[in-house]
């Protein structure tokens, strides 16, 4: 068995959520795989499971345990949860990572950001070109998708080839970057795929894909027809949007200018790169300040409902020298991601008490998805025509669903959620192995697991209020008299009269005076006996049971 | 002037908002006016802004403390954003309740939880009866929504006649309760109708509403196709619905079985009042256990993902001995309410792990709204004439929609929100007071204000983590060497080796050493130290600033 090669694929992230993609291959004896990783991305934290954690990494434990297997790290596109965590990891990982031009460029940004070395990215050109990895030929075979240069990967091994689609939508005119080419992915697919590793976010979506091209001729009569300032929020990475929507504004006559640091940084990744080659002169917030709003448009990040982004600010008050008022248009070219509703909701609500005129893309006139739906799905499917299609980039149900679709177009669908590896090396893919995956959250400065316990009391004190306990003993195992009791995140008075805090110091007096020594000398229990006390009072006063922490001084003899 | 009578309007919740509906009407000489309160809902605390809230009551401080003025309270309907706050805070109000019979009886059960004598609810004969509540006559206009006997109110005064839709649809074939009677409106806008208040929930749906009629078909052959058990997820109060699916469950010949709390108080009341007197008979989750599983149908609460209802019990396993499995079908016959999203597709990828099918009501098949849609609001308006339209229930951009919508067809709109008094017995309503409103939580057995600082307090223990120092000082203001910490929701260990908790006693040890006598007699200058070193230490070594409580005990000499 063991002198058998295998070619394995086991999600790390991106298999079971929509976010942190990560997925391994490997080639090899079984244990002795070389292997290479596609995608390196993020999830973003919330306040129901992620209170104060800054950004969520995939628990790259596994890899990281054998980086001496590890060829080389493939990126499909430069959205965050594809790119994010390169300037996180790369300091753990030090391997070559290969992605197109513009994806690269955003790459050795967060390199630089983290002080690492750029050019440990290295650009690589479009499929047939192929790079090697160990046993490994990648390819990077340009797709359509909401981001330019996004790219599915060709994988090549001595076990046969591999398509991993990365995120991608069938678009014949995507306005920036190159249309779907169903040649080029027949080409591809000619010598016989394995296995189609495939995006599943749209398999939901029964109607076809719509492309990007049908935005700008909504675009154009909204702006002409806006009286005031024109303000437009989308997704800074989606450069064929920013383009529509800055002609729309220079059509009308208005001055474009772009607020928020990813919409600054995604324009000049893009210009670089020469993938943006006519977009309008834009001015900055300080000139615009000089600019009749009616001859003005801000194309503004934090579509999603960002606290700190553009979108936020400007539907709180002033940033940058610009105000909202009366009269004015904004528009979200957008669609609100399941999560932001309030956010978003949020800020509409401020623009509405501005009496700023509010558009959405609810009926679908100013934005498309950057995803494959599912009749394009099943177009992929056929123009690839693989043995296997190993649904990703999708939530369980998703995956569900989108292995079921191949299977019912006779095909063989597989459900493979993150820390799940497969073996596709026989004639039928076979699991082999489950490995224990996760988060590590980025957390300030700091990294922190997901089971370490640190977000869980987090949310504890959150749910329950925090009471705090110094307690003193003497040298004799006798408790001094000055219990001290704090409460944070608890109604400091009680039915109006009794500070909680004092009925806690009361109870806890009452008690602490009766109990021995033998208690009051051993810190476990003493500590549990005033927790009890604790959750007394709160139970009996306001119904809660708060989180308590005793902090118990012993004063030595002098 | 102020011999004048105004007839006044003021939302104390529900205008701002879509929840804790409470709206305000008077009528007398300004600051004499006879006061009457219509609806006393709730609003539903998240994570976000509300963590370990239980419930949320609008602020009715203005009214408490104009008590001897309030006639009664009036209640549209069942729903818990317009009766759930009746039980919590009739106690202090202590006023007649009128409500219809099915409302009646929902709202006596909660009086009678906290205590209140149900007596206190008077059940009321539909318009054109009327009841008389000081100046005014107040009348129930039955209304066709999705719980049974919702209605609007004809509101008298002698300043004129005011309309308050409550919340409604158009909807000709409700299945239980009253068909929306045009004639019966029309009826009660004859005399003259001077405002209409109006939900605003739907004004941005562009399409004519649906009947709940359309509903019942879908479902029959949906589950006569089903293989195993099949479990069905709606709001407990949509009684039509509950009727729809289980008449699809006895179609094909399954036996029902309700599950969750809310579901069996929901039919109670209905049976109860005589307004479910044909629904199947039912089988206990007991009796269940011994059906065999494709002869069975569960309908269950939870379709908002709430964690202790019966379906987010249900995808984690065992429910009073029921389990799901592969082969098994589940329906949200429901919408998913903006902001619960994660909560909902948490249930859903559990069952998907389970081999559930999951099947949804986005294709519009096995749900319909229970509001008017923006064509719906149309006809009302020219149904009901009234000089000002006043949009209610609903965020501030529904609000504003809805009042541009009342203009474009040639009528005045008002935006009124929560805490604007508007005078409406002149030629043109006028708006003379803002009154201080807000939200009050209730949270375990206490009632919290939304300014007191617990929920900011515990918001920022969820960003921040919580640090707690103990100091002590002896009686010659010297410190005492052993300075605690503990640490909460933060990283124990930092970079694999020091503990955090240590560096800060560490560092809070070298500081203390070299304050002078001043500092260590004064509580606050000391606790500002202290602090300050703790804030230090973590963002050096965690880049986080956490919330830190500090006990300082004094040693008083003995």
Redesign the interface.
Known sequence: MSGRNRLIYMPLGGA?EIGMNAYVYGYGPEGKERLILVDLGIAFP???ST??VDVILPDIAWLLQRLDRLEAVFITHGHEDHVGGTGHLFGQIQKPIHARKFTANLARRKLQEKGQDPKNVITAAPFPAMIDAGPFQVGFLPVSHSIPESAALVIDCPAGRIIHSGDFKIDASPIVGEPFDPDLWAEAAKPGVRALVCDSTNV?S?HPGRSEAEVAPNLKPLVAAAKGMFVATTFASNVARLRSLAEAGVASGRSICLMGRAMRRMTEAAVEEGILTDFPKTVSPEEAADIPRESLMLIVTGSQGERRAASAQLSRGKYFGMELKEGDTFLFSSKTI??N??EV?HI??N???MGVD?VTA??GLYHVSGHANRPDLETVHKLVNPQVVIPMHG???H??EHAKLAESLGRTGLVVPNGTMVDLAGNAPKIVDHVETGRTYV????L?GQF?G??R???R??????V?V?V?VDDDDDI?E?T?V?I?????V??GSAPLAEMMEEHLAGQLARIDTRTAGDDEKLEDLIIKGVRKV?QD????RP?V?V?I???AAE
């Open positions: 079971g919330d306040m129901d209170p104060g939901f029964k399941p999560g509703e309030k909701a509409m609500n623009l509405s008490e509010v609810d009926d939530e369980h149900r995956l569900r957390d300030g400065s700091a922190v370490d640190v977000v009391d987090r949310i004190m959150a749910l329950n209020g925090h705090v110094a003193m001094l000055d001290w704090d944070r995140g608890l109604p400091e009680v039915r709160a006063e306001i119904g809660k989180e922490t902090l001084t012993r004063l």
